[in-house]
């Protein structure tokens, strides 16, 4: 089964952060991510995998992740994002069996439910915990999204 999955599609908030903002005095928004995590996109980038972010929001801290990254498929401010695993795995040819999502909370369970392997951080809501198939030690922002790496990658057939 797992060797089966090519590409994953990750949620931000909550996922790739912590799921806390902070508003600046001037204004601007500032979120955290971790280098784990990072440093987990950039093995799984070099294993092979093909990287897409899906996030409800549409925060220019999306974009600047996805540049740093290099992910091209992103999809912000997405309010259904079944419909945007479905477009993700059809850009690249995939079945649906063959796309990871990683989300938090009930917006993502839809992406989940059609994903081929799901997963969601310790500290994802209760209802995308029980649609994960994965659910990691570590929480949103520090380290979910390497952990999911590190266990796709030792599958068998991925190296």
């Known amino acids: 089964m797992l060797e089966e999955i090519k590409a994953i599609a990750l949620d931000v908030d909550g996922v790739l952060t912590d799921g806390t903002f902070v508003w600046g ?3 601007g928004e500032y979120k955290s991510f971790a280098f784990l995590d990072v440093m987990g996109i950039s093995r799984g980038k070099k ?10 929001e549409a925060s220019p801290l999306v974009d600047r992740f996805a540049k740093k990254m290099g992910i091209v498929h992103v999809y912000a ?5 079944a419909a ?10 995939l079945d649906l069996r063959q796309v990871c999502m990683m989300g938090d909370d009930v917006n993502d369970v839809p992406a ?4 081929g392997f799901s997963a969601a951080p310790s500290t994802a809501h209760a209802t995308a915990l029980g649609k994960a198939r994965l659910v990691t030690r570590r929480g949103g922002g520090q380290g979910a999204v390497r952990e999911l790496i590190d266990h796709l990658l030792a599958s068998p057939e991925q190296g």
């Open 25 to 27: 005095l001037d204004g």
């Open 47 to 56: 294993a092979g995998l093909v990287f897409a972010l899906i996030s409800g």
């Open 77 to 81: 401010g997405c309010k259904d994002k």
């Open 84 to 93: 945007a695993l479905r477009d993700f795995a059809q850009k690249l040819q």
């Open 112 to 115: 989940m439910g059609i994903a």
